[in-house]
């Protein structure tokens, strides 16, 4: 089975230009998750959604932060204008509660991220 | 603040050692997770701990969950190479808003031949 897949696996860009992150779920999850990985703070929410509806945003930084899901297969993640601190590991995830409504049991599957160099 | 505390931070042994992390709250968890992380991937699921006092074995690791449910540790015995990783805990407080994990700052484990 496909896990989740990200794209790209690494991108390097200058301050100011705008990123987009990519992210296609494992099939028939309901919940995917963005997260910021780095030293300092360890694995950071950035946002997540329930059936492609935002729940939680209030870990987006700021407003140059932003993230859709169109639809149940694809999310992105766009930081416009970008900045030198804004250079991590990105981390998108999927789980699904529909064999076990008590969501806090169920696994994450996470991508294997997007390494991100502001310059 | 960390709602999850893990410690050490850091933590390199030689192989066949045994070693110790945790995973620790001042909240009431309804389950615990453990993840491990290896350079360039994603974490992956371990194991989830739910009952308190419960006790999980994975070959030579085993997981515990405390009998208050506010705390878990991870035990390796005789541990080797392939266990070198970054092992993160998470879990949902009572409460908390459907759907996500917390998870700790993580414990970077390297094993030396």
């Known amino acids: 089975d496909a896990g989740v897949i990200q794209s790209p696996r690494h991108e390097v860009t200058e301050m100011g230009q705008e990123v987009t992150l990519r992210c296609k779920p494992i099939?028939?999850?309901?919940?995917l998750f963005w997260y910021r990985q780095t030293m300092m703070r360890g694995l950071e929410l950035l946002i997540y959604f329930n059936n492609n509806v935002p729940i939680d945003d209030s870990g987006m930084p700021e407003d140059r932060f932003s993230a859709k899901m169109p639809n149940a297969s694809f999310s992105t993640l766009k930081i416009q204008p970008s900045e030198p601190r804004d250079s991590a590991v990105y981390f998108c995830?999927?789980?699904?509660?529909?064999?076990?409504?008590?969501?806090?049991?169920?696994?994450?599957?996470f991508g294997d991220g997007t390494r991100l160099s502001i310059l | 603040t960390q709602l999850l505390e893990q410690s050490p931070q850091f933590l390199s042994i030689q192989e066949g050692e045994n070693l110790t992390v945790y995973c620790n709250s001042s909240s009431v968890f309804s389950s615990l997770q453990w993840y491990r992380q290896e350079p360039g991937e994603g974490p992956v699921l371990l194991v989830t701990?739910?009952?308190?006092?419960e006790v999980k074995k994975l070959k030579r690791l085993t997981f515990q969950f405390g009998d208050a449910r506010k705390d878990s540790s991870l035990h390796i015995t005789a541990a080797q190479p392939g266990d070198t990783g970054l092992y993160l805990c998470?879990?949902?407080?009572?409460?908390?808003?459907?759907?996500?994990?917390?998870f700790g700052r993580g414990t970077q484990l390297t094993v030396w031949p």
């Open positions: 099939s028939g999850h309901d919940y």
């Open positions: 701990v739910v009952t308190g006092g």
């Open positions: 998470a879990g949902a407080p009572r409460g908390s808003t459907l759907g996500r994990l917390y």
């Open positions: 995830a999927s789980s699904t509660t529909k064999f076990d409504r008590a969501s806090s049991n169920q696994p994450q599957h």
